[in-house]
């Protein structure tokens, strides 16, 4: 009887080591090494109770690794130990899933979730924790290599989006969110220019997005090198705080670079301000543009949030009425909506800084939608919250290593590969491994090659770690 439909036979061979499903994965291992992580872990991340076993390093590399090959939970790390070929090539077994897990285990800290707790104010359910020393140390090494990166684009300006996301879970200890479901609601704050991920604040599912965004911000702008003298920023309306915008104002602001702040944020809807915005004269608004099902126009207005200082610099309202068609209508009933955005950016045109607060669904709100659908960001891995958080910001810090492994080695053709693409075309190359001269040899067919850019890919890396132009 046949063995399938197609006319070849499978075969189990005792040797599993000459060959490996996966020749183009040990290049984010390379990245991550001609950047300098292997060093950065070592000097970040103690979270080891002997010395023996694995390091801190191996194990990050590990984790890494598993979420840019596509793994989704920890137990998928059986996957790549299966690749006997990928171990001889990265040089290494790969750790068990119950060792990464208590790797992940070690930044969460029962103290600090009860100190959180017991520092609420009265009537307060929500709380932020603070993070224990190893999962700050994550946070270091992902700095160390935003530094790293930018030192080879030189790139003087840096616009900073900021967005929360949500994170489904049906585990015992996620709570209740706004959408109705259960998870967590992590913050993110991503560097347009470099397509890098700065700074990252893990959150339950009830913490409202605009609850403490301030220290997230601050510690954003404070990751940036030396070497930015440029700044922006943008959010939508879980930043429209008090706080935020007279911090971003202000030149001289505490905890933060001096100089100017360019932002644009998205208001809160109030009564006052809805008021205002209706209150326009119909000559007053300009065309932004034509929609299938709606128009859109915007007009300059006078408001000051709060208690907004009366002799300090007015901030600019652009207030946005949208109409629909003829015969059609809004959930609310109405055919008209108004909504508002925030700035301190008087040079620019209302409908081009209009446009400029909206690309920012088209950054972080993607890099949101990356990690979570293809980067493991979306399933946390156990009910213990800063394991969850650690899970998160490697992540995080496996989209940043993806993108220097595209801006710095990988060909053009892939400069805006998602991982599922890198997987496709790089990662998952077939090769066999033989030994020559006393060296390890891969071999994979040429017509790969010229799509994936392997051999020249190594060789910019090497460069790179050299700390020579990689061209």
């Given at each position: 009887?046949?063995?399938?439909?197609?006319?070849?036979?499978?075969?189990?061979?005792?040797?599993?080591?000459?060959?490996?499903?996966?020749?183009?994965?040990?290049?984010?291992?390379?990245?991550?090494?001609?950047?300098?992580?292997?060093?950065?872990?070592?000097?970040h991340v103690h979270v080891r109770e002997r010395q023996s076993g694995y390091t801190e390093t191996e194990k990050s590399e590990a984790l890494v690794l598993l979420l840019a090959a596509g793994g989704d939970c920890l137990d998928d790390i059986a996957v790549l130990q299966a690749d006997a070929g990928l171990g001889r090539l990265v040089g290494r077994r790969f750790p068990s899933a119950?060792?990464?897990?208590?790797?992940?285990?070690?930044?969460?800290?029962?103290?600090?979730?009860?100190?959180?707790?017991?520092?609420?104010?009265?009537?307060?359910?929500?709380?932020?924790?603070?993070?224990?020393?190893?999962?700050?140390?994550?946070?270091?090494?992902?700095?160390?290599?935003?530094?790293?990166?930018?030192?080879?684009?030189?790139?003087?300006?840096?616009t900073l989006d900021h967005d929360a996301t949500i994170q489904e879970s049906h585990k015992r200890e996620a709570l209740p969110h706004y959408q109705g479901g259960r998870g967590y609601q992590p913050a993110a704050v991503y560097w347009v220019e470099q397509d890098l991920v700065v700074a990252d604040e893990y959150r339950d599912g009830n913490v409202g997005a605009g609850m403490e965004n301030l220290p997230l911000i601050r510690r954003a702008f404070a990751s940036l090198p030396p070497a930015v003298t440029t700044r922006f920023f943008r959010a939508d309306s879980a930043c429209y705080d008090e706080r935020v915008l007279k911090w971003l104002a202000d030149p001289a602001r505490p905890g933060g670079p001096a100089g100017p702040i360019g932002f644009t944020i998205s208001a809160d809807m109030t009564e006052a301000l809805h008021?205002?915005?209706?209150?326009?004269?119909?000559?007053?608004?300009?065309?932004?543009?034509?929609?299938?099902?709606?128009?859109?126009?915007?007009?300059?207005?006078?408001?000051?949030?709060?208690?907004?200082?009366?002799?300090?610099?007015?901030?600019?309202?652009?207030?946005?009425?949208?109409?629909?068609?003829?015969?059609?209508?809004?959930?609310?009933?109405?055919?008209?909506?108004?909504?508002?955005?925030?700035?301190?950016?008087?040079?620019?045109?209302?409908?081009?800084?209009?446009?400029?607060?909206?690309?920012?669904?088209?950054?972080?709100?993607?890099?949101?939608?990356?990690?979570?659908?293809?980067?493991?960001a979306a399933v946390p891995p156990c009910g213990r919250f800063g394991a969850n958080a650690a899970w998160y910001r490697l992540s995080l810090l496996t989209y940043n290593v993806l993108s220097a492994l595209k801006s710095l080695a990988l060909p053009s053709s892939l400069s805006a590969a998602r991982p599922k693409r890198l997987r496709f075309t790089v990662f998952t190359l077939a090769g066999r491994l033989v030994s020559k001269a006393g060296r390890l040899r891969v071999r994979i067919s040429a017509a790969a090659e010229r799509l994936a850019g392997l051999i020249a890919a190594r060789r910019h890396l090497v460069l790179l770690a050299q700390g020579l132009p990689a061209g």
């Open positions: 009887m046949s063995q399938g439909l197609l006319p070849y036979t499978v075969e189990v061979v005792e040797r599993t080591d000459t060959v490996t499903g996966r020749a183009g994965l040990p290049l984010v291992l390379e990245t991550m090494r001609a950047l300098g992580l292997e060093q950065a872990i070592a000097q119950d060792t990464l897990r208590h790797f992940l285990y070690a930044c969460h800290d029962d103290a600090l979730i009860a100190q959180a707790q017991a520092a609420r104010p009265a009537g307060q359910v929500a709380y932020i924790p603070a993070e224990n020393a190893a999962l700050q140390g994550l946070a270091h090494v992902n700095t160390a290599l935003v530094h790293r990166v930018a030192a080879e684009g030189h790139n003087p300006t840096a008021a205002v915005c209706a209150a326009v004269p119909a000559r007053a608004w300009a065309l932004v543009e034509e929609r299938a099902d709606e128009t859109v126009h915007c007009a300059e207005v006078e408001f000051f949030p709060g208690d907004w200082p009366k002799l300090a610099e007015p901030l600019r309202y652009v207030a946005l009425r949208i109409r629909k068609r003829q015969g059609q209508l809004f959930a609310t009933g109405a055919d008209t909506k108004y909504l508002a955005i925030v700035s301190n950016r008087w040079e620019v045109p209302a409908a081009d800084l209009l446009r400029w607060h909206w690309q920012k669904a088209g950054t972080i709100e993607l890099v949101h939608d990356i990690t979570k659908n293809e980067l493991g």
